[in-house]
Every structure is written in C-alpha cells, then in structure tokens.
C-alpha cells in the first residue's frame, strides 16, 4: 500500500519559521497533485496549498506570501515552508497526495498529520 508520513512540526515564536516534510512511500506507480491542508482547534480542515507534478501552486489567502510548497518528484517528498508564522496558523498539518498504484487506479491518500503550534 502506500503511506503518506508528514514531519517538521513543532512549537514556534509568532514571526518564527517551520519546515515541514511529507514523504510517501510504497508501490507508488506515479504521483499528481500533492497538497498540505490543516485543521486549527474548533475548525474545520482547510487547504493550505497545493503543488502538481508540473509544480503549478495554489495558495489559501490566508497563507500567501508567508508559505511556499515544494516537492521532489525523485524522492517523492512535499515540502511547506512557513514563515511569518501568526497564532492563526496554529493546527494539525496533513499531506494529501493524489497516487496511482499499478492495477489499482488513482487514489488520495493522507498523512496523519504533524502539530504546528504558534506562540510565545
């Protein structure tokens, strides 16, 4: 099967900067569109940002200017910086990915999340 295992996360000072790191592995044939999404307490998950194979990105307004997403197609790994980081931010950070295994077809699969929290 295949597992999505997120890390990097941790407690930070508001301004601070994490980067967090989501490695899929297993019978991965290929791999679309990876993402980052979070769910805060009391809220709902919500995108963060998004990356395609093609490395076009999407961004929450919330999230502009101060996250960038990356990923590495041959290590098969999606990166989140974050910086500028605002008690707002703080939540459980999860990776989905998009991944076609052999005779099985494209599925999304998620992370179990990493916890970023943000404060003094």
């Known amino acids: 099967q295949v597992q999505l295992v997120e890390s990097g996360g941790g407690l930070v000072q508001p301004g601070g900067s994490l980067t967090l790191s989501c490695a899929a592995s297993?019978?991965?044939?290929?791999?679309?569109?990876m993402g980052w999404y979070r769910q805060g307490p009391g809220k709902q998950r919500e995108l963060v940002a998004t990356?395609?194979?093609?490395?076009?990105?999407n961004y929450a307004d919330s999230v502009k200017g101060r996250f960038t997403v990356s990923r590495d197609n041959a290590k098969n790994t999606v990166y989140l910086q974050l910086n500028s980081l605002k008690a707002e931010d703080t939540a459980v950070y999860y990776c989905?990915?998009?991944?076609?295994?052999?005779?099985?077809?494209?599925?999304?699969?998620w992370g179990r999340g990493t916890q970023v929290t943000v404060s003094s």
């Open positions: 989905k990915g998009s991944i076609l295994i052999a005779g099985q077809g494209w599925n999304d699969y």
């Open positions: 297993g019978r991965i044939g290929s791999i679309n569109v």
């Open positions: 990356i395609s194979s093609f490395n076009f990105t």
